[in-house]
């Protein structure tokens, strides 16, 4: 033999033991004795129906604590995909997620799913996305231990007259028990459960629910279960087929159940949309979600004992996807008459087939457009769904930062191998979540409230969405009100309904605006379109002046501009405004006026100097192990970059609640300044910008020289300034030379 065959030989050898050890340690195959061991042994996880294996699955993956427009709220890691292709993962919609496990909750109380769960929103706003999501996690959770599912098939040999011989595991010999390890030479027929129904079925209903109560009472843990009833397990029954074939075996053997489940084989199976199993998606062109067909011994190897009985096979998209979840993708495209049906099936789980009645046990979802959920809304058959429909709705985001990760990703993923200058991606969101604010109405707040918001700009709304900044030119106590009701701004238009283009409906914030998946296809062409190296902002803000003018494309340019509101060519200005503030702050770093870090530990300082002065202390300087008075010249200095207009007493007073109230909310965690402090860390850049400004002037002009024929001019010392400022561009901020030239004339022309 060769040593390339023996090689071979060597990596087949050790492939196959590597797959027996995987299937052994999932104990994929078991007898219907050993699932019931299992069973009594921990109850629990055979006693779960479809809602409550997906809280279930939810709850693996864990949560974690994030901000979104105002509130802190809790994010089900499961929608990450950590475990799998993190490019189809889910981000934002955390209000989403939460009410998508509350539903679910509710199901998995009452035993079973009565309503479809229609995710509706705008187009591109992630619902089939996040419906991906969770089948994602499935497929993953069923991988794992506490995630086993398990079904069962039939197992039958014509060799029935040598059952001492064949049926059993290797060393059971002297116990021929079951027929669930039958080799393939021996196995005349295998006929699996479509409906994966659970193995309790198989035991006698009488005897069941004595069974099942006996196995939680001796593991009360599994009783104390929030959402937890099981009824489905105690009163379900096998689906018809595997009925008929019950009652024939057990009338064949007068009533000896031991008989009957000699011929099962417990089968764990696993999650899988490539494969259809338990978890399907149903476009909308696909009226036929399930059928039956007769089952005879001319189109099924069928054992003799079942030959002349009438029996009926169940398939289709449903049978499919029992005990997992199905998806309705755009539901309301489907002919409503196709629709109908589906009243029954999400009400009561059952679905009527020609001599055949399936029962279900599965999550329903379905994915609608906000436009043909309007119009069906007026369709006289709405009122018989909507109490078979639990509508969750799906907004465009209204934090650019989070918008900016989704556009990272479809960079990241674009086979175009041009490099990213930064920021490209958050002007990019910017812009998208300006399209989609509305203005708000003093007439919906409270006197204190009305006159702030009435002065809120589109741009300011936007920041204060994206981290809870506020103007910093406003009255400080006019800061406090906007930043303790930041979630009620946000939450002003949301039962809010108008009439659109001769539709009327919901006009909620983030029903309209640009869609992500059209910025997206903006940002593809920005890139293609482009003569740079790179794919800058300068690219895209072209791009979008060219979006602009196709106001017959996108409905969001004809909506009519309100105080500075759906004013899409004013945003792009905006935008180049915000982002030529960050193009300065990098510039001013690169070249060495102002270090990043140094902001925040002026501030700090700031922040030291008037607790002491507020609590009546001394600092101690611990270089010098001295204590010494609070400086006001320090904090006068830092007020008057600051621009207060208030009362300064007040304003340092207002500095320390706002310190105080984070402290007693988050007592193990720093204060980080700049964090806590947006807008005061944002004027304070701006303030020293403006003193240094006159000092970076030579130093862009040696830049700009630097790569053109003038460079010959510099001399040594200023191309190595040049060439310091540049390398700090690249190495802080990710700039390659060509994004660097552009950003610093840029930052020239618009001194």
């Not at 033991?17 to 299992?38: G, N, T, V, Y």
């Not at 981290?467 to 939450?491: A, C, F, K, W, Y």
């Amino acid at each position: 033999m060769s040593g390339g065959q023996m090689e071979h030989d060597g990596d087949i050898g050790h492939f196959r033991r590597k797959s027996q050890i995987r299937f052994r340690a999932r104990h994929r195959i078991r007898k219907f004795s050993q699932f019931l061991e299992d069973f009594k042994a921990n109850p629990y996880p055979y006693l779960r129906n479809a809602p409550r294996y997906v809280c279930d699955m939810m709850e693996h993956f864990g949560t974690e604590k994030v901000d979104r427009v105002g509130i802190s709220d809790k994010r089900w890691l499961v929608f990450n995909l950590d475990f799998g292709n993190r490019s189809e993962s889910l981000i934002g919609q955390e209000g989403v997620q939460n009410a998508i496990y509350r539903q679910l909750k509710q199901f998995a109380s009452r035993s079973r799913s009565d309503k479809l769960v229609l995710l509706h929103g705008p187009n591109g706003s992630s619902k089939s996305t996040t419906v991906a999501a969770l089948m994602h996690g499935l497929t993953n959770y069923s991988t794992t231990d506490e995630g086993a599912l398990y079904r069962f098939n039939w197992m039958f040999s014509d060799r029935l007259d040598n059952a001492d011989q064949i049926g059993f595991e290797p060393g059971d010999s002297e116990s021929p028990e079951s027929y669930a390890f039958l080799k393939p030479e021996e196995l005349t027929s295998k006929i699996p459960c479509e409906l994966k129904d659970s193995p309790l079925f198989l035991i006698p209903r009488h005897e069941r629910k004595d069974f099942i109560l006996d196995a939680i009472a001796s593991n009360p843990t599994a009783s104390d279960k929030s959402e937890f009833n099981f009824e489905w397990a105690m009163d379900g029954d096998l689906c018809p087929k595997c009925k008929w074939i019950y009652e024939a075996l057990l009338s064949a053997h007068h009533g000896d159940w031991y008989e009957v489940i000699r011929h099962i084989q417990v089968e764990r199976f696993f999650f899988s949309p490539r494969y259809r199993l338990s978890a399907i998606s149903i476009e909308p062109q696909g009226n036929i979600d399930a059928s039956v067909r007769p089952l005879n011994h001319e189109n099924y190897p069928l054992p003799k004992l079942l030959r002349n009985i009438p029996i009926f096979e169940a398939s289709g998209d449903l049978i499919d996807a029992n005990r997992g979840i199905v998806e309705y993708s755009d539901f309301l495209k489907r002919p409503l008459e196709a629709n109908k049906y589906l009243l029954t099936t999400s009400e009561k789980g059952t679905i009527h087939l020609p001599s055949y009645t399936a029962h279900l046990d599965l999550v329903m979802c379905g994915t609608a457009n906000e436009k043909q959920l309007n119009l069906f809304k007026r369709n006289p058959d709405f009122s018989s769904f909507k109490g078979r429909l639990s509508l969750i709705r799906v907004p465009y985001l209204l934090q650019y930062s989070r918008e900016a990760e989704l556009y990272d990703r479809h960079l990241e993923m674009s086979k175009n191998c041009r490099h990213v200058a930064p920021h490209t991606s958050t002007v990019t969101a910017l812009w998208a979540v300006l399209t989609r604010l509305r203005r708000p109405s003093p007439k919906n707040f409270s006197p204190d409230l009305a006159p702030i918001v009435a002065r809120l700009t589109p741009m300011q709304k936007a920041h204060l969405y994206n981290h809870g900044e506020v103007p910093l030119d406003s009255r400080e106590v006019d800061q406090m009100i906007l930043r303790n009701n930041i979630r009620t701004i946000r939450e002003e238009h949301e039962e809010s309904e108008g009439e659109f283009e001769g539709i009327y409906g919901a006009e909620y914030e983030g029903r309209r605006g640009a869609s992500p998946r059209e910025m997206m296809a903006l940002l593809s062409e920005a890139s293609e379109n482009s003569m740079d190296r790179c794919l800058s902002p300068f690219a895209v803000f072209e791009q979008i002046e060219k979006l602009i003018k196709d106001i017959s494309v996108y409905e969001f340019l004809r909506l009519p501009i309100d105080n500075g509101y759906n004013d899409c060519s004013r945003f792009i200005e905006e935008v180049r405004e915000f982002y030529l503030k960050r193009a300065h702050e990098e510039v001013y770093s690169s070249i060495g006026l102002v270090d990043e870090s140094e902001y925040a530990r002026v501030l700090a300082q700031y922040f030291k100097h008037v607790k002491a002065f507020s609590l009546g202390e001394r600092l101690h300087i611990a270089s010098r192990d001295e204590y010494v008075d609070p400086s006001e010249d320090l904090m006068e200095r830092m007020e008057k970059l600051l621009d207060i207009k208030d009362d300064i007493r007040a304003f340092r007073t207002n500095l320390m609640t706002r310190i105080g109230a984070f402290s007693f909310d988050n007592p193990d965690e720093k204060v980080d300044y700049p964090q806590l402090f947006p807008e005061i860390f944002s004027q304070l850049k701006a303030s020293l910008y403006k003193e240094k400004n006159r000092m970076s002037h030579p130093v862009e002009e040696n830049i700009l020289r630097y790569f053109t024929d003038e460079k010959e001019n510099l001399d040594p010392a200023e191309i190595v300034a040049v060439e310091t400022a540049l390398d700090r561009l690249s190495d802080r901020h990710g700039y390659c030379p060509s994004c660097a030239r552009d950003v610093m004339a840029f930052v020239l022309r618009n001194r």
